[in-house]
Every structure is written in structure tokens, then in C-alpha cells.
């Protein structure tokens, strides 16, 4: 970005760089708080559900006392894995290493192992040396989090306030619909930054215009951020304001209005879509949240940054989450992006199960790899092929020696927003420091 008064600037080494990945590693992701499986992947004795974080395998475990563990997925004998299965859920009444046969129970305690005379009986007794490591766990909007720091603040504390505006949205009564890993040549930060501002709209995203706003209203929540994409009117920026469109149309059809005796204009389908949700809420349905959102809650996509590795693009109906994770190689131009498709299902409807797979980013249209059923939505049919289908080609440019730093508007104050804060966590600040420094700023959108 261009440099600012206070002379921060965003370096372009820090996309590339293997030592910034490592400091990113000891400060950023070994230290703060990341979203992990769903509630019910963990749910009965037994169920243990694998999750990878750059180097680490992490395993969380439903042991026999009905608690949910965090454990490194670590044999203490000579640090193999123990699930060798690839990232999702999994089965287990013990863990047994395949190399030497050391045995774990589910709480992570040491069992059985061979030959237990020839080892040192008070080192085996010392639990801190042969139990498997834990990581923290606690529960939020239907997900476990989970951090690697033992000196991390709570999760509530860390939410801060945008705990309590998430709620509004009842996320723990969806389920997963599907859930699709890709794989990219990027930096994790390069993919992050294409889905924190809505400014490419206008050229990236044109169609849009059609049927949404692309000037997205951005509040700061202390470490955390939110925007708002307006959808059910067209753009200021589109030609037409006063024909139902074909995309309005299709909106209109969506939500059970018949567009051919649709009697308003272009201008008039946001809130007759807001009508017809509040009309579903006074017969008592309470399948979706609608009687705890505000009316703009009702039609527009509200997209919350959870600092530093999660996004909520949240509609009433379903929500997709956007999770980066850095790659098991530790190649800083790779990493793993997460789409989660999640809902909560209408009486008598099923949906098949989802089979997560992860998939090189580009060989596949996104649109094809995901599969979200009756759900797709122009999101999904016209915006993410086009942001996915760039961020390695914005990766190779910011290799290059003509790009010594980027410049930023005010549409994109939340990348601003975010590297600021990785910066200065490298630089020794804790993350309880900045909880306490970044203001939580009055809503800069209406809920209008």
C-alpha cells in the first residue's frame, strides 16, 4: 500500500518471503484463535475429526467423559502421526502408533506400550512427557476454535464484539452442506485480501451491478471487521434504475414473488423481498433467523473478517465461511482456502453428505467443485470463478521488482486494517495489546 503518515506500509516481500512465513508461523498462527470442525463432526465418543494447520496435524477428540480435546496428532515416543487419514472425521477407542506401537487412550493419556520394562519407570510415569500434547478448544456459532497459545485470551474476550452480532444469525442451527478445499499457488495474504474489499466490483464483478451495490459500507470492530454488499437494487454505477432486470427477476422468483405481476420497479425489489421474508416470520416459522435480523440483514450479504483466519459471508437462509490456512510445506506462495457451505434445513428437507476433497485451484470451476444444491447463488455462479481465477497471477506480480508497494483507497481499509495488525503482532506487540488499542467504530451502514 502507499505509505501512511505514520509511515507503515505494506511490504510486498511479505507475500513471497520464507522468513515472514516463519514469523507469521510463531506469532500469527501458533498464537491467536482459528476456527475449526463443526459441532456435530465431534458429537458421540469416538468421533475424532482431523484438522491440519500449516505444519501441524491437530486432532479433535470426543473422549469417554463426553468432553471434546484438542490433540496434537503427535506420537510422544518419537513424533510420528498417529491418524496417518487425511484432513476430516474419523473413528478411534485408542490411538496406537504405527511405528513402535505406543498406545494413547482418548484423553490423550499413555496406555500400553511394548516392552515397558526397558524404559525408565519414572520418566513413563511423568504425564507432561508421554501424554499427548493438548491445544485449547471452546465452542462458538456451532464450531469449535481453537489456539495453540496457552496465554491466549478466552474466546469471548477475543470475539470482543462481534460475538453478540453473529449471534442475531442463530449459526448453530445450520449444518455443513458442503465443504471443498483448494489448493493455490499464493500466499495465503493474497487470497485473504481479494475477499476483503468489495472495490474490484465495478470491473471484476460488473454483473453484479444488476442486482447489487458494489460501494460496501466497512466498520472496524477492534481486531476484527465488518462490510456490507446491499443486493436487491441495482448499482448507482448501472444504466438501467428502473427496469426489473433479469437478475432482479430471479431474485424476485427466489423468494416466491412472481416477477410477470411484479408491480414495482427496479428500486422496489429489495424491500418487497424484505416483505415477503417478514411476511414468512408472523406465521411463526422459525426455520431462519429472520425475527432477530434487521431489514438490511434480511436481503444484503454481511461479511465479517474474524482476525486473522476466517471470513462470514452471511445471508439469512445460509452462509458460506472462507477459511485460510497456510500450507503443510511451509512454501509461502501455497495455501489451503476452506469453502464451507452451511444452512439451516427447512422441515423435511435432507441434503446429501458432503465430500470434502481438496482441489488444485484452477484445473476446476468453482462453480463446478462446489456443490451447494438449491442454494447457488450468483455468488457462487458468477463471483468466485472470477476472484479465485486471479490470485496467482496477482501472486507473480507482486514477485516483480517493478511492485514496490500497492496503494489503497478507502474501500480497502480492512487490508489496511489487517496486515497493521500482523505487522505489529511480528513486532512484539500481544494480541491482548491490540484488543485493547483498535477502537470498535460506530456502524458505518444503517441497517436500513
Same mark, same amino acid.
Given at each position: 500500500?502507499?505509505? /501512511? ?57 470426543? #473422549? ?128 485473504? #485480501? ?8 465495478? /470491473? ?56 410477470? /405481476? ?20 408472523? /406465521? ?10 434487521? #431489514? ?153
Amino acid at each position: 500500500m502507499n505509505q /501512511t503518515r505514520d509511515g507503515f506500509r505494506i511490504d510486498p516481500d511479505w507475500y513471497w518471503s520464507r522468513e515472514r512465513a516463519d514469523l507469521e508461523w510463531d506469532h500469527v498462527w501458533s498464537k491467536l484463535w482459528h476456527m475449526g470442525p463443526r459441532i456435530e463432526e465431534v458429537s458421540e465418543p469416538g468421533d475424532v475429526y482431523v484438522h491440519s494447520l500449516g505444519r501441524e496435524s491437530l486432532l479433535f477428540v470426543h #473422549d469417554d467423559d463426553g468432553e471434546v480435546r484438542g490433540l496434537f496428532n503427535v506420537c510422544r515416543h518419537r513424533g510420528n502421526r498417529l491418524l496417518l487419514s487425511e484432513d476430516g472425521p474419523a473413528y478411534a477407542t485408542q490411538f496406537k502408533c504405527a511405528f513402535h506401537g505406543w498406545c494413547f487412550d482418548l484423553s490423550g493419556k499413555l496406555g500400553e506400550i511394548p516392552y515397558r520394562e526397558r524404559f525408565d519407570p519414572a520418566l513413563l510415569a511423568d504425564e507432561t512427557r508421554t501424554a499427548l500434547a493438548r491445544f485449547r478448544v471452546e465452542q462458538f456459532a456451532g464450531w469449535y476454535w481453537f489456539t495453540l497459545d496457552d496465554q491466549a485470551p478466552d474466546l469471548a474476550t477475543y470475539l470482543g464484539p462481534i460475538g453478540p452480532r453473529l449471534a442475531a444469525y442463530q449459526l448453530e442451527k445450520a449444518q455443513i452442506v458442503d465443504y471443498k478445499t483448494f489448493e493455490f499457488g499464493a500466499n495465503w495474504k493474497t487470497v485473504f #485480501d481479494a475477499f476483503n474489499e468489495s472495490y474490484h466490483f465495478q /470491473t471484476l464483478h460488473s454483473d453484479i451491478l444488476s442486482w447489487g451495490n458494489e460501494d460496501a459500507p466497512i466498520t472496524l470492530l477492534n481486531i476484527h471487521s465488518y462490510m456490507v454488499n446491499e443486493y436487491g437494487r441495482p448499482s448507482r454505477m448501472y444504466p438501467d434504475q428502473e427496469g426489473v432486470n433479469p437478475s432482479l427477476q430471479a431474485l424476485l422468483q427466489a423468494n416466491g414473488i412472481d416477477p410477470a /405481476t411484479f408491480p414495482g420497479k427496479a428500486g422496489d425489489v429489495r424491500a418487497a423481498i424484505r416483505d415477503a421474508k417478514r411476511a414468512r416470520q408472523a /406465521t411463526g416459522d422459525e426455520t431462519f433467523p429472520y425475527a432477530t435480523l434487521n #431489514d438490511s440483514q434480511l436481503t444484503d450479504a454481511y461479511h465479517y473478517m474474524l482476525f486473522p483466519s476466517t471470513h462470514f459471508n452471511l445471508f439469512p437462509e445460509f452462509y458460506v465461511t472462507l477459511r485460510y490456512r497456510p500450507h503443510p510445506s511451509g512454501d509461502p506462495e501455497k495455501m489451503y482456502f476452506d469453502f464451507i457451505m452451511c444452512a439451516a434445513l427447512e422441515e423435511g428437507e435432507t441434503v446429501p453428505l458432503y465430500e470434502h476433497r481438496v482441489v488444485r485451484g484452477g484445473t476446476e470451476r468453482v462453480a463446478d467443485v462446489l456443490q451447494w444444491g438449491k442454494r447457488n447463488h450468483p455468488i457462487v455462479n458468477q463471483v468466485l470463478d472470477e476472484d479465485v481465477g486471479l490470485v496467482e497471477f496477482v501472486q507473480r506480480g507482486q514477485r516483480s521488482q517493478s511492485f514496490e508497494e500497492g496503494i489503497l483507497g478507502l474501500d480497502e481499509r480492512r487490508i489496511d486494517h489487517f496486515h497493521r495488525m500482523i505487522d505489529e503482532l511480528i513486532q512484539g506487540q500481544s494480541i491482548a495489546d491490540l484488543i485493547k488499542r483498535y477502537a470498535v467504530e460506530p456502524d458505518a451502514h444503517s441497517g436500513v
